[in-house]
């Protein structure tokens, strides 16, 4: 039905990379915001990244200049591309879309 599926997360190395994808099902894509927040357990959900229908791109400042969204209306799929990761950047990683359509999430974790 509608389906937001996150996939890419793993066990990576301080300065690694990952990419996650996000696939859309069900719903009206192209036209609306999407992005990615992350979340630890007993923490506030955190906003990553969006990107506008038209490409416009938005990031947290934690992330800025490391991550990078995108996004491919024909495939109704989000990118995140993760650069130069930290420990703290460890998280489940969740994709939206605009008017609270959240996916289940994927974990990304950081470590030696």
């Known amino acids: 039905q509608v389906q937001l599926v996150e996939s890419g997360g793993g066990l990576v190395q301080p300065g690694g990379s990952l990419r996650l994808s996000c696939a859309a099902s069900?719903?009206?894509?192209?036209?609306?915001?999407v992005g990615w927040y992350r979340q630890t357990p007993g923490k506030q959900r955190e906003f990553v990244a969006t990107i506008s229908g038209g490409g416009s791109t938005n990031y947290a400042a934690s992330v800025k200049g490391r991550f990078t969204i995108s996004r491919d209306n024909l495939k109704n799929t989000v990118y995140l591309q993760m650069n130069s990761l930290k420990p703290e950047d460890t998280a489940v990683y969740l994709c939206y879309r605009a008017g609270q359509i959240w996916g289940q999430g994927t974990q990304v974790t950081v470590s030696s």
């Open positions: 069900g719903m009206v894509f192209d036209i609306y915001t």
